[in-house]
C-alpha cells in the first residue's frame, strides 16, 4: 500500500532541514589567523605605487587561480557584482551601448551594465540547459549592441562557440559571467576562459567562498590593466602609471582583503574535490530521478562538464497532467528543503518595468544617450518565463551538504509524489 503523501494528512518523510552547506575548515581558520596576527589586513594603496596591486596574500591567490584557470591574468574583487563591474568597464562600453545578456541570472549581470549608463538588452534562453540561446541573442543584435553577457548558469558553460561566431561575426566582446561554474569545462577548458573577460564569484554559497569576493580573469594585456585601475581608485593612478587611455578611468575601491585572500587560496586547494562530490551526487540524483515519468533532469552539454551549482529541472506537463505548483507543495510538504519553483526572470523586475535607475526620471532610458526604445515587456523571453510560470522545479545544491542519507531522503520524496500523482491531482 502507498504511504499517503503528507500534503494529504500522511506522515512526512523529512523532520529536519538537511544540513547546510560548510567547505570551510581548520585551513582556513589557519591561514586566517596568520593575517590577523601579522596585523596587515590589506596593503593596497590608491596611487600608482608598490602597493597598487595589493598585499602579499592578494598577489598570491591571483597568482594560483590565473595557474588553475590557465589564464594570463586573475584579479581579484570584493565581490562578483563588483567584478562584472569591473569587467563592463575595462571593455571601453559607453553611455548608451548595449550589451545582451541573460534574463535567467542574478539581477547584477544586467545592473552592471547600468552602472556605466548603458543598455541591457535581454536575449532568451535554452531551455535544456538554461543558458543564453544564441539564436536569440543574434536576433536582439542591433547597430548599439557593443557586447555579449554570457552567463554560465547553475554550473555549466554557455554555447561558447556560437557565442564567439556571433561576436567575431558583429565585432563584439564577450563578458562570461560564470560565478555559478568555476571549474566545470566547456571541451577543453574552463568554463569562464573562452572569452574576453570572464571570472567567478567568491559568495559564500558558491563552490569556493571567502565570504563575498571575485575573481576576474582574461588573456588581453589592456583589458586586465583596465581592470586594475577600475578596481582601485583609476582616477587617482592613471597620471603616474601614464595611461594615456582614459575611457571608464573613473575607480572605485573594489579590492579584496588580505583576510579573503588567504582564505581563497585554501577553499582553491579545495575545488577539484569539491566538484567531484557535487558531481558524484548529481550522478545519483540523474539515474533516479530520470525514471520518473515526466520530470526532466538537467542537460549537460556534449563534450562539456557540469559542476552543479543548482540542481535545475523540468516538468513534461503533457505526461504528468498535473500542475507543477502542485507537486511543489507536495514535495515541500514532506519536508524536502532547497526546493523552489522560481529563479530569475530579470527582465521583470520593478527596475525594468518602470524603466527607473538613476534619479526618478527614468534615467538613462529616458535620455538622448538611449537610442531606441528598448523592450522589457513580458513575452519577449518565452522559454524563460514558461520555465518560471509553469514548469520549472529547482533543488538548490549549493546551500546543502547531502550526505548518502540525505539524498536517500531527497529521492524518496520524489519517489513518494510521484507514486500518488493521481491522488494529487484530485486536490
Known amino acids: 500500500m502507498r504511504d499517503k503523501l503528507a500534503i494529504l494528512g500522511g506522515k512526512k518523510l523529512i523532520n529536519s532541514p538537511f544540513k547546510k552547506y560548510n567547505s570551510i575548515g581548520n585551513e582556513e581558520v589557519e591561514a586566517a589567523k596568520k593575517v590577523v596576527e601579522s596585523g596587515s589586513l590589506s596593503n593596497y594603496l590608491g596611487t600608482w605605487s608598490s602597493e597598487f596591486y595589493g598585499g602579499h596574500k592578494v598577489k598570491e591567490f591571483e597568482k594560483k587561480c590565473a595557474e588553475y584557470f590557465n589564464m594570463k591574468y586573475a584579479i581579484t574583487t570584493n565581490s562578483w557584482t563588483s567584478g562584472l563591474t569591473v569587467a563592463v568597464g575595462a571593455i571601453g562600453i559607453n553611455p548608451g551601448d548595449e550589451i545582451i545578456v541573460s534574463p535567467w541570472t542574478m539581477c547584477a549581470s544586467a545592473t552592471s551594465i547600468l552602472h556605466w549608463n548603458a543598455i541591457p538588452v535581454f536575449a532568451d534562453i535554452e531551455e535544456d540547459t538554461f543558458c543564453l540561446d544564441p539564436k536569440s541573442v543574434e536576433k536582439n543584435i542591433s547597430p548599439y549592441t557593443k557586447a555579449i553577457m554570457s552567463v554560465d548558469i547553475a554550473g555549466q558553460s554557455a554555447n561558447m562557440d556560437e557565442l564567439k561566431k ?3 561575426k558583429y565585432n563584439l566582446k564577450i563578458i562570461s559571467d560564470t560565478a555559478q561554474a568555476p571549474g566545470a569545462l566547456y571541451k577543453d577548458k574552463f568554463a569562464g576562459t573562452l572569452a574576453d573577460i570572464g571570472g567567478y564569484s567568491l559568495n559564500c554559497h558558491k563552490h ?8 576576474l580573469v582574461t588573456n588581453d594585456d589592456e583589458l586586465a590593466e583596465n581592470m586594475y585601475l577600475i578596481r582601485n581608485h583609476a582616477e587617482a593612478v592613471v597620471e603616474g602609471m601614464g595611461k594615456l587611455n582614459l575611457t ?3 575607480g572605485h575601491n573594489y579590492r579584496l582583503g588580505e583576510i579573503e585572500s588567504a582564505i581563497g587560496i585554501e577553499q582553491l586547494n579545495k575545488l ?4 567531484k562530490r557535487r558531481t558524484e551526487i548529481a550522478s545519483i540524483l540523474n539515474e533516479k530521478l530520470s525514471k520518473l515519468d515526466g520530470l526532466i533532469i538537467p542537460k549537460v552539454r556534449d563534450n562539456c562538464t557540469h559542476v552543479y551549482y543548482m540542481y535545475q529541472m523540468r ?43 538613476y534619479g526618478s526620471n527614468g534615467f538613462p532610458w529616458s535620455s538622448d544617450i538611449c537610442k531606441r526604445n528598448v523592450n522589457y515587456n513580458k513575452g519577449i523571453c518565452p522559454v524563460a518565463e514558461n520555465l518560471q510560470d509553469n514548469i520549472y522545479i529547482g533543488f538548490q545544491m549549493c ?15 520524489f519517489y513518494k509524489v510521484w507514486d500518488n500523482l493521481g491522488q494529487l491531482g484530485k486536490i
Open 272 to 275: 577539484d574535490k569539491i566538484i
Open 399 to 413: 546551500m546543502h551538504e547531502m550526505d548518502d542519507y540525505e539524498i536517500d531522503l531527497f529521492l524518496k520524496c
Open 166 to 168: 556571433i561576436a567575431k
Open 315 to 357: 516538468v513534461d506537463l503533457s505526461k504528468l497532467n498535473i500542475s507543477r505548483n502542485k507537486i511543489y507543495k507536495a514535495l515541500i510538504a514532506e519536508g524536502l528543503s532547497g526546493i523552489s519553483l522560481s529563479f530569475a526572470n530579470i527582465h521583470l523586475l520593478p527596475i525594468f518595468q518602470k524603466k527607473i535607475a
Open 248 to 250: 571608464n578611468m573613473v
Open 208 to 215: 569556493i567562498h571567502t565570504g563575498e569576493g571575485g575573481v
